[in-house]
């Protein structure tokens, strides 16, 4: 595909007001696209909106698990701005590391449908403009991916059949002259990292398993600028930090190594045995 230009496009980006979506709002309205911000805290897509563009960022609040919601939220866009050419479904959760036995049925559910099923609605309240005006679709996984997700079954799950999602609807939008994109992120340095991993020391010890490079965070905007660079040049994949598209490529030979190195590895398994204590206390989600 040719290189689409984002001057004068429209764009929605959810879980917008702040980490990866604030910072792909500020970089699409750097190319002078208007946004709409969508977020679930009450204030926030407003206060966002006003830091971003004083005339072309709108703040919605909408919830990405409610379908109604985000066909409410697409006709507004459209009502304000004329039409709408990119979506960027970005808006996801994680839980507390746990095992899969460990987590709550309800926390396991809501981070799939957060995750999962709101990408895909969406998309689907999207999709109409976007393949009127031959635009395109971001949808955000990660590199749980293509990575054994131990301690966090849920996102892990979510962020895989996001991928397969995305790889899908880039094949089937070609015959409208839209596009699509999978963005994988390893670890940015937003709130939700905050939450999940530097406020967790069991998390932490999980993750001090990889090697140290693999766990080099980049800052939000890193990863804003990257999802808005693969929208012009309507990249298939977007990864960041770069070194993780070793992995992405070499997956069918490294996840049985990997994994069997989590089965034989006594300081892996034990940090499992105390993840999986986990079952009787809460487990929160951080978005």
Sequence with gaps: MERYDLSGKVAL??????GIGLATAQALIARGASVVIVDLEACAPARAAAQVHDSRALGLVGDVTDRGAMQRVVAAAVERFGGLDVVVANAGIASRVATF?????????????????????????????????????????????????IGTVAYAMSKAAVEQFGRALRAELLQHGAGASVAYFGFVDTDMIHRAIDADPLANAMLGALPRPLRKRVAP???????????????????????????????????????????????????????????????????
């Design 13 to 18: 980006v959810t879980g917008g007001a702040r």
């Design 101 to 149: 036995r460990a987590t709550p049925t309800e926390t396991f559910e809501r981070v799939l449908d957060v995750n999962l099923m709101g990408v895909c609605r969406t998309v689907d309240a999207a999709l109409p403009e976007i393949i009127r005006r031959r635009g395109h679709v971001v949808v955000v996984s990660s590199i749980y991916a293509f990575t054994n997700g």
């Design 221 to 287: 905007a890193v990863a804003g600028e990257a999802i808005v660079t693969g929208i012009e040049r309507r990249l298939p994949r977007i990864i960041r930090p770069r070194r993780w598209t070793v992995m992405s490529v070499l997956r069918g030979i490294l996840n049985p190594l990997t994994d069997a190195r989590i089965e034989r590895d006594e300081n892996t398994q034990r940090i499992l045995r105390e993840i999986d204590g986990r079952a009787e206390g809460d487990q929160p989600t951080a978005a």
